[in-house]
């Protein structure tokens, strides 16, 4: 096939930090390219290059070249990147919640019709006039139905996007890429992260379609069943190094999982409990909880949750399975009642909730969860200072400083546990990949020492090494600690390995409480409500 994308011998330092070593990757016309590798591995930072980012050439640029349709380019913004032809759908929305579907749509390539005013002064000064003509809503809001047909997206064109749950969002991102009509390589990073089994099938689907019409796809994602199902190519990389290109028919999920991590994937195995879960014991109790989130309404969720149980929280997007952790966690407005050891637990009170020792680890860890533009170790002490006084030292009544060296070795001890990719603990948390920031998140749940812990999809845009981890260090804190502990996931794989039990959330209410093991259909038809 006739190559789109060349790239050749890319190279990147970050502060010292050598995370690109001469990485070649090319892709051809209607190819779909599968770019794999742990997080921190140097996938999002060879994006970057490809697309142009800022951040790339404020920090001294990059060494190795680039073409496009054979021709070398030089890519220094990304509106650069769009008119070679190049779209990105990002692991974090790009979007402007505010504005419509069909505004976020065509933005910086809105349609606009004359007016007088406007052929009145453009007679004298094209551009002038052309600043004055109005914006075409109806041909605008025509397009913006046609690229959502594309993705298979049923919305109205005229909704507000920040009304929508985030699986809609993505399929906007990606409808967007697709109205560009001089698109000729898409890249698409975690797209599926945030999508339910059957959203993401429909993503594979479309994908198949664009590459059909000859559009090259560079797909990004830590789900090695969907490389499977659709790459033509697999690209591999580890420590910034390409370590392994494969064809599909080389590939196995096994095989690039230990590729990617450089050692044997092994099938997780729960250790037995030291303690007994027991009917009697509760450390949660919901009657009737209702949460106005956005996207994800509570309409009366009740049931109980056993001291020292993983307990998990299923179902669609949309039907308010995230609603549940965040509205007793007083993020947003909630009513009914939430006990917790037997006793009233505040609701519309955050710190109230962190008072009783239970924490919340959110899906939203840039909005919610992090500070970006401070340092590691400071996003996973600082909750705990705040509402526990920890890594504080006394010195006058009354009068308390930081302890960071205090604060400094316990983030040094996260960052091992937890294999944060970073270059120290006084790396701020934006330049982190997007998994390692979910790590950090998680370092700050921790620290808190709840025995009650909220973790909602917590390995969203995390590869399969830093997964397994994640789950494991789950269960650990669970088995150890005899923390009790409620995840909510999009993977329903993800929470029959792990749950005792598994309540299936559909349309605000709990539709059924599953056994790990109850048949594949009692799931699908509590799904379904």
Same mark, same amino acid.
Request: net charge negative; aromatic share 2%.
């Given at each position: 096939m006739p190559h789109i994308l060349e790239l050749t011998g890319i190279a990147k330092e970050y502060y010292g930090n050598r995370v690109l070593k001469g990485v070649d990757l090319a892709v +051809? %016309?209607?190819?779909?390219?599968?770019?794999? =590798?742990?997080?921190?591995?140097?996938?999002?930072?060879?994006?970057?290059?490809? #697309?142009?980012?800022?951040?790339?050439?404020?920090?001294? +640029? #990059?060494?190795?070249?680039?073409?496009?349709?054979?021709k070398s380019v030089e890519i220094d913004s990304p509106f650069k990147a769009m008119a070679c032809g190049v779209g990105m759908v990002h692991q974090e929305f790009m979007l402007l919640p505010g504005f419509t579907v069909s505004e976020n749509i065509k933005l910086n390539r809105e349609l606009t019709r004359p007016t007088a005013l406007?052929?009145?002064?453009?007679?004298?000064?094209?551009?002038?006039?052309?600043?004055?003509?109005?914006?075409?809503?109806?041909?605008?809001?025509?397009?913006?139905?046609?690229?959502?047909?594309?993705? =298979?997206? %049923?919305?109205?064109?005229?909704?507000?996007?920040?009304?929508?749950?985030?699986?809609?969002?993505?399929?906007?991102?990606?409808?967007?890429?697709?109205?560009?009509?001089?698109?000729?390589?898409?890249v698409f990073d975690e797209p599926s992260a945030v999508l339910t089994e059957s959203e993401a099938e429909r993503l594979l689907e479309t994908m198949r379609a664009l590459a059909s019409d000859g559009i090259g796809i560079l797909f990004i994602t830590h789900?090695?069943?969907?490389?499977?199902?659709?790459?033509?190519?697999?690209?591999?990389?580890?420590?910034?190094?390409r370590v392994a290109e494969l064809k599909k028919s080389e590939a196995s999920v096994q095989r690039i999982a230990e590729l990617m991590v450089g050692r044997k994937?092994?099938?997780?195995?729960?250790?037995?409990?030291?303690?007994?879960v027991s009917d009697k014991e509760m450390a949660l109790d919901l009657q009737d909880l209702k949460v106005e989130m956005p996207g994800e309404p509570v309409t009366g969720v009740s049931f109980t949750v056993r001291r020292g149980e993983i307990f998990g929280i299923g179902g669609l997007a949309g039907y308010g399975k995230l609603g549940v952790a965040n509205g007793v966690a007083g993020i947003y407005p909630s009513g009914g009642r939430v006990l917790k050891d037997g006793e009233d637990l505040p609701l519309n009170d955050p710190a109230g909730a962190l008072r009783r020792r239970v924490a919340f680890l959110s899906e939203d860890r840039r909005g919610v969860g992090l500070l970006l533009d401070e340092s590691i170790e400071l996003n996973i002490g600082l909750t705990s200072l705040q509402v526990q006084g920890k890594f504080l030292q006394s010195w006058l009544p009354g009068l308390s400083l930081l302890d960071r060296g205090n604060l400094r070795g316990h983030a040094r001890e996260m960052i091992e546990w937890l294999d944060i990719r970073c270059v120290g603990p006084d790396q701020p948390v934006r330049r982190l990949s997007g998994g390692n920031q979910q790590k950090v998140c998680i370092?700050?749940?921790?620290?808190?020492?709840?025995?009650?812990?909220?973790?909602?999809?917590?390995?969203?845009?995390?590869?399969? =090494?830093?997964?397994?981890?994640?789950?494991? %260090?789950?269960?650990a804190l669970n088995r150890e600690r005899r923390?009790?502990?409620?995840?909510?996931?999009?993977?329903?794989? %993800?929470?029959?390995?792990?749950?005792?039990?598994?309540?299936?959330?559909?349309? =605000?209410?709990?539709?059924r409480v599953l056994a790990p093991d109850a048949p594949d259909v009692d799931f699908g038809l509590a799904m379904a409500g």
């Open positions: +051809g %016309e209607g190819e779909i390219v599968c770019l794999v =590798g742990e997080n921190g591995a140097g996938k999002s930072t060879l994006m970057n290059i490809l #697309f142009g980012m800022p951040v790339v050439h404020s920090t001294g +640029g #990059f060494s190795g070249s680039v073409k496009i349709g054979g406007s052929r009145a002064v453009g007679g004298l000064d094209e551009a002038a006039g052309r600043r004055l003509e109005r914006l075409d809503h109806a041909a605008m809001d025509a397009d913006a139905r046609a690229a959502l047909a594309r993705v =298979g997206l %049923e919305v109205s064109e005229d909704t507000t996007v920040g009304t929508l749950p985030v699986g809609h969002k993505q399929f906007i991102e990606i409808a967007r890429e697709v109205d560009r009509k001089n698109a000729r390589l898409l789900r090695l069943d969907e490389v499977m199902a659709v790459a033509d190519r697999i690209v591999v990389l580890r420590d910034g190094e994937i092994e099938k997780r195995e729960l250790p037995p409990r030291s303690f007994e370092a700050k749940a921790i620290t808190l020492d709840p025995d009650l812990l909220f973790v909602s999809e917590p390995t969203r845009g995390v590869d399969v =090494g830093a997964k397994q981890r994640i789950l494991d %260090e789950l269960v923390m009790t502990i409620v995840v909510t996931s999009s993977e329903l794989a %993800e929470l029959r390995s792990v749950c005792d039990r598994i309540a299936i959330v559909a349309r =605000g209410k709990v539709s």
